[in-house]
């Protein structure tokens, strides 16, 4: 199997070693010269402008709260991106912040008229 099918076949299966070594791999992080928590929120901005997936949100958040990041804080990113990314993503991003929150956003949603 040659080199890049052997990495994406890994990567496909979400193979642990593979992901913790991507994960590892934060070069910018030092040289932004940003505090953990801040440098994870901006991540979780990048997030919503790249209109991330499920994964992407549920890492951002993990990342965030385990650089001190509250709920309240993770939530304010989203409205401080919204100028930005506009009003579109920052909707399609909240149910999945609320639910990498672990928020049952599918129980909040039962008896609303949507």
């Given at each position: 199997?040659?080199d890049?099918?052997d990495r994406?076949?890994?990567?496909?299966?979400?193979?642990?070693?593979l992901?913790?070594?991507l994960?590892a791999?934060?070069p910018?992080r030092?040289?932004s010269g940003?505090?953990?928590?801040?440098?994870?929120?901006?991540?979780l901005?990048?997030?919503?402008?790249v209109d991330?997936?499920?994964?992407?949100?549920?890492?951002?958040?993990?990342?965030?709260?385990?650089?001190?990041?509250?709920p309240?804080?993770i939530a304010?990113?989203?409205?401080a991106v919204v100028c930005?990314t506009?009003?579109?993503?920052?909707?399609?991003?909240?149910p999945?912040v609320?639910?990498?929150?672990?928020?049952d956003?599918?129980?909040?949603?039962e008896?609303?008229?949507?």
């Amino acid at each position: 199997m040659d080199d890049y099918t052997d990495r994406l076949r890994k990567l496909a299966l979400g193979d642990e070693a593979l992901v913790a070594s991507l994960l590892a791999a934060e070069p910018n992080r030092e040289a932004s010269g940003l505090e953990d928590k801040i440098y994870a929120l901006v991540r979780l901005g990048t997030t919503v402008a790249v209109d991330g997936g499920q994964a992407s949100y549920q890492l951002a958040v993990e990342r965030a709260l385990a650089a001190g990041a509250t709920p309240d804080e993770i939530a304010g990113t989203l409205l401080a991106v919204v100028c930005l990314t506009g009003v579109p993503r920052a909707v399609a991003a909240a149910p999945k912040v609320a639910l990498a929150l672990g928020y049952d956003v599918e129980a909040a949603l039962e008896g609303l008229d949507v």
